[in-house]
Nanobody, 117 residues
Framework: QVRLVESGGGLVQPGGSLTLSCGASGISFSGYTMGWYRQAPGKQRELVAIITSAYTKTYADFVKGRFTIFRVNAERKVYLRINSLKPGDTAVYYC???????????WGQGTQVTVSS
């Protein structure tokens, strides 16, 4: 079955940290560009970070060093480490994958991150 499944979200206090994970099945994971996006209530989905099959990383400007994306191909997983969480980071975080050819893409179902005291 072709799918992405995120986990690791939850309720965190401001200043805390989280590591989100996304597991892939049914795709040639190592060849995919993987990404994390987020969507806050009432806002459009926005890019957080992507990592290519060559491990090249791109981050959104708002990340400012607080987010780290990494992948472990042997596990077929991509991770997003978030430090110094702020209430503005509250959103549903989605994992995405795009094939090398660009012809195939998929999304996970999302994991909720809530930053609140």
């Amino acid at each position: 079955q072709v799918r992405l499944v995120e986990s690791g979200g939850g309720l965190v206090q401001p200043g805390g940290s989280l590591t989100l994970s996304c597991g892939a099945s049914g795709i040639s994971f190592s060849g995919y560009t993987m990404g994390w996006y987020r969507q806050a209530p009432g806002k459009q989905r926005e890019l957080v970070a992507i990592i290519t099959s060559a491990y090249t990383k791109t981050y959104a400007d708002f990340v400012k060093g607080r987010f780290t994306i990494f992948r472990v191909n042997a596990e077929r997983k991509v991770y997003l480490r978030i430090n110094s969480l702020k209430p503005g980071d509250t959103a549903v975080y989605y994992c995405s994958g795009v094939s090398e050819s660009g012809r195939f893409s998929l999304w996970g179902q999302g994991t909720q991150v809530t930053v609140s005291s």
